[in-house]
């Protein structure tokens, strides 16, 4: 572990990183209406945008272990910010086809760098001082990452959502000579962001290189189980499956609380370009709370308590979200942010505690979680799609049926804020799967 002294300027370098992969992720809130619309999708189809990026969590995470264990932490970097840059380039073609499965293409290829990129850099840092204070480091690094969060959002919300009001009313009675003009030049707004998103990424990507990042690893476990062998594989580690499947729903509940909001706010009535500022909310919601994780832990709150306080919010918020309608339900909505800002700082160092050699496989697999962001928000979209038949079929106006499903379809985080809170109060502490510490 390096010396606490030393330990100001790697914090900052990975702050940059999480604030790069922040900007990345969240942009992913205008990129869902921009790409139902150019695309002509359901509301399913165009919550795919979520899905290619964070299904890449699953498929590249145990890859990126080994290739972290064979390169180390900061070729690890490295790479995953150039495997960015290239998922950026593909938007360029995507573009100019207008091909919603080549969007998705690129997609995923930068989810693969932000899956390397996490999965370096959430240990890393965890790592990097005292395991007691691990939740405050990474707040730190959950400001970086959502104050970008909200610069995204609200850049590539002008950049995208711009005039789509207006195209979506010359849809509705263009010819389709005249539709796919309007599509095609909609399409062509990502070309020079996407462009400028893969310079920054190739550059940084040959800058880290040169970082002045320490090594560190992980203090071995001491823990015993049965007759006082030491353990010997990661199934032996029964709070580590828990806090992977808490990462698992709380990563879903999050991309549902910023990702879905501006279709929510258009499902409600509210114009694009009002609607596009409502991922910012939940985002600064989540910024002011991590900034409050910074100050009160650990000195005056514990990791386990910041996360038992944070899946009783997130229940209370949703009930609110589902009780009202309008503004007051969008807001409960951004209010979700303070709900699940601390969830992630503390779940990482309450379940990577006393694993020692084995922090780098169960790093890969908390980062295999975050897969949750994949199929939590299109189940709600489903939700959603299906409950709009339904009440269209049952004489509902379209527009009323719309509202009311999008509305509805958020109980399915109420499940997810049950079992972060479970692993809060209990799952934590199942350190082996022969007794209980």
């Known amino acids: 572990m390096a010396k606490t002294k ?11 990183l999480f604030f790069i992969f922040g900007f990345v992720t969240w942009i992913n809130g205008a990129l869902i209406p921009f790409m139902k619309t150019i695309n002509e999708l359901t509301d399913a189809q165009s919550y795919f945008v979520a899905s290619a990026s964070y299904i890449s969590f699953v498929v590249m995470a ?6 972290l264990n064979k390169i180390g932490y900061r070729k690890g970097m490295s790479l995953g910010l150039i495997i960015m840059g290239l998922g950026a380039l593909v938007f360029i073609p995507a573009a100019e086809a207008r091909t919603y499965w080549v969007f998705l293409t690129g997609i995923f290829i930068q989810g693969i760098g932000m899956t390397l990129l ?29 104050t970008a969060g909200a610069l995204g959002s609200l850049i590539f919300g002008v950049l995208l959502l711009s005039g789509i009001d207006e ?25 020079m962001p996407y462009l400028i998103m893969a310079l920054v990424l190739f550059i940084l990507g040959m800058l880290i290189r040169k970082a002045p990042l320490p090594h560190v690893e992980a203090t071995e476990t001491k823990e015993t189980i049965g007759g006082g062998t030491n353990k010997t594989s990661i199934f032996q580690f ?13 990563v879903g509940a999050e991309v549902i609380a910023g990702d879905t909001i501006i279709a929510y706010g258009i499902s409600l009535g509210f114009s694009a370009a009002d609607a596009k500022f409502f991922t910012t909310l939940t985002l600064l919601a989540m910024v002011i709370t991590y900034a409050s994780g910074v100050i009160l832990i650990p000195k005056y709150l514990k990791q386990g308590t910041a996360l038992k306080i944070s899946a009783t919010l997130g229940i209370i918020f949703s009930i609110c979200v589902l009780s009202t309608t309008g503004i007051a339900s969008v807001l409960f ?6 709900a699940n800002a601390l969830v992630w700082p503390a779940v990482w160092p309450l379940t990577l505690k006393g694993l020692g050699k084995f922090t780098k496989t169960a790093s890969a697999l908390l980062i295999m979680a975050i897969s949750g962001g994949a199929i939590i928000p299109p189940l709600y979209g489903r939700m959603v799609d299906a409950g709009k038949h339904e009440l269209i079929a049952n004489g509902i106006d379209k527009a009323e049926a719309l509202s009311s499903a999008a509305t509805h379809s958020y109980w399915i985080l109420i499940p997810c804020y049950v079992i972060i809170l479970f692993f809060a109060l209990k799952g934590h502490k199942y350190k082996s799967w022969t007794k209980t510490k």
């Open 6 to 16: 030393n330990n100001l300027v790697p914090i900052i370098i990975i702050a940059g």
């Open 62 to 67: 145990l890859p990126a272990s080994y290739i």
């Open 118 to 146: 996490q999965t370096a850099a959430n240990p890393y840092i965890t790592i990097l001082g005292p395991i007691e204070s691990g939740a405050k480091r990474i707040a730190i690094m959950g400001i970086a990452n959502k």
């Open 167 to 191: 195209v979506k009313e010359k849809l509705g009675s263009a010819s389709v000579e005249e539709k796919g003009i309007l599509l095609d030049k909609m399409a062509d707004s990502v070309f």
């Open 238 to 250: 029964p709070h580590l499956w828990l806090g992977v499947l808490t990462l698992f729903v709380y």
């Open 333 to 338: 909505v951004a209010t979700l942010g303070i």
